[in-house]
């Protein structure tokens, strides 16, 4: 089965709002990124957390590797934020990290 | 900062045929590269995870006589689809990761391959 469950797979907000992505694991993870697909299909790295919580801008992100789960949360949501985010979770594997990623939230902001 | 640039952006290439495409670290050492399929409604599908100077580890369901992965330096990857069909289209991404202490990984913008 898939070793990373992103959820919501879709996302409406209106300008101004907030709200939270999360991935779960079915395993221990060694650390967790975060992405957003931009417009040109380039995957921009927002966030990179091998433990605790990381915050840039509006958003903040959390990663909890006993309890198997990482956040992404979005407040003020504005516009430009609208996009696909992704969570890849990185396994250990023969001394290297492996990125697994989630399935994808698409995010959608209106005015 | 870490920038990987891959090329080419989109590609066609007739069934049956073969198509390289390659990815190019700039500011970081590449010392892993990990190559992903995204394929139609899919997410992104772990195809191999390169080692620069060691073995290349495929994931189940892809080969290197299908996939042949070259990862000959630092700052450099490449990858064919070999005898290419239908069910191989789709976006191919190449992430590099630096083996730092707490190293991400950057990927590039992927190559698009259509077959036809």
């Known amino acids: 089965g898939d070793q990373v469950e992103q959820s919501p797979s879709a996302l409406s907000l209106h300008e101004g709002t907030g709200s939270a992505l999360r991935c779960n694991f079915t395993t221990t993870m060694r650390a967790v990124q975060w992405f957003r697909k931009n417009s040109r299909g380039s995957l921009i790295n927002l966030f990179y957390?091998?433990?605790g919580t990381k915050e840039n801008g509006r958003l903040k992100s959390a990663f909890d590797s006993k309890e198997r789960y990482s956040t992404l949360h979005i407040r003020d949501a504005q516009l430009e934020d609208s996009g696909t985010y992704f969570c890849a979770a990185l396994v250990t594997s023969g001394g290297n990290y492996k990125p697994t990623f989630g399935k994808g939230t698409s995010l959608v902001v209106h005015p | 900062g870490a920038l990987v640039y891959q090329y080419p952006r989109r590609t066609i290439c007739k069934s049956g045929t073969s198509m390289r495409m390659e990815c190019q670290a700039v500011?970081?050492?590449?010392?892993?590269v990990a190559w992903y399929r995204q394929s139609p409604q899919k997410t992104f599908e772990l195809i191999a995870l390169s080692t620069v100077n060691s073995a290349i580890k495929y994931e189940q369901n892809f080969t290197q006589e299908k996939f042949p992965i070259s990862h000959p330096n630092l700052s450099f990857s490449s990858m064919t689809v070999l005898n290419a069909y239908l069910e191989d289209r789709g976006l191919y991404l190449c992430g590099a990761r630096d083996h730092g202490a707490n190293s991400d990984y950057t990927f590039g913008s992927g190559t698009r391959l259509l077959v036809i």
């Open positions: 957390l091998a433990s």
């Open positions: 500011g970081f050492q590449a010392t892993s």
